[in-house]
């Protein structure tokens, strides 16, 4: 059974950082893509950030380019999320998920497990 749990979330002020993880269980996560996501109150789950399996190839949301770097240790099953520069605006609930095969897509609907997300919230 795949398994993701989400960790790293907190409250931090505007400009501090945040590293989230997303480690795996039951599953070889090297063979997976893995994204993050995120959902503000009221809003829709929207892509943040996607790796696929090799650790090649990265996506980003305009919204997070140059802030935010996605990076994989498939040897501890673990995916991270760097977030730095963190403003209000992503303040959010974020979720990973995976996907099997070689494509790193930005859409909910293209990845088949997740994790029950992590609170990240940026206030003064």
């Known amino acids: 059974q795949l398994q993701l749990v989400e960790s790293g979330g907190g409250l931090v002020q505007p400009g501090e950082s945040l590293r989230l993880s997303c480690a795996a269980s039951?599953?070889?996560?090297?063979?997976?893509?893995i994204g993050w996501f995120r959902q503000a109150p009221g809003k829709e789950r929207e892509g943040v950030s996607c790796?696929?399996?090799?650790?090649?190839?990265?996506n980003y949301a305009d919204s997070v380019k140059g802030r935010f770097t996605i990076s994989r240790d498939n040897a501890k099953n673990t995916v991270y999320l760097q977030m730095n520069s963190l403003k209000p605006e992503d303040t959010a609930i974020y979720y990973c998920?995976?996907?099997?095969?070689?494509?790193?897509?930005?859409?909910?609907?293209?990845?088949?497990?997740w994790g029950q997300g992590t609170q990240v919230t940026v206030s003064s």
């Open positions: 998920a995976a996907r099997f095969g070689p494509e790193c897509p930005l859409t909910t609907g293209r990845y088949t497990a």
């Open positions: 039951g599953f070889n996560l090297g063979i997976y893509g």
């Open positions: 790796i696929n399996n090799s650790g090649g190839s990265t």
